[in-house]
């Protein structure tokens, strides 16, 4: 198999909020996404283990590229201290164009209670025909910008 079916994309999101808010909210309260942005995130339900924790299972419906979709993910991993989460796709349309699909969001404090976020997709491609996922990054870093917007209206 051609290590061109690999490949990895990061960017970079500037938010007006605190590292740690931004990570509960992406981490441990996803489900409140569909308030936040109710056009982009329809749905976020835990499948699987407890909001926030390595293992569980969660089920999103989003709306993307102008159509609804959906997917499950696990929670790879979790670090509280680096306001890091890694989420792996386990089941939706995303599978049918990726053999694996990671999306991995740190958040770090810049020390005037803005936040630069980190958000980085991994993939495997299954055919040489399907595209990366740029749309797919822009997407979660829109999101993150509308995360941040309404975390800095919280107290």
Partial sequence: MSSELFGKLETEVEI??????????????????SSIRPDRIQSCELLEGQWGRQGSVIYWNYCYDGKTTVATDL????????????FKVIDGPLLEHYKSFRLIVEATPKGDGNSLVHLAVEYEELHDQVSDPHSLLQFVADLSKDMG???STQP
């Fill in 75 to 86: 929670i790879e991993a979790v670090d509280d201290e680096k306001n890091s989460v890694t």
């Fill in 149 to 151: 917007a309404h975390l």
């Fill in 16 to 33: 007006n909020a605190p590292a740690a808010k931004y990570h509960e909210l992406f981490t441990r309260r996803p489900h409140h996404l």
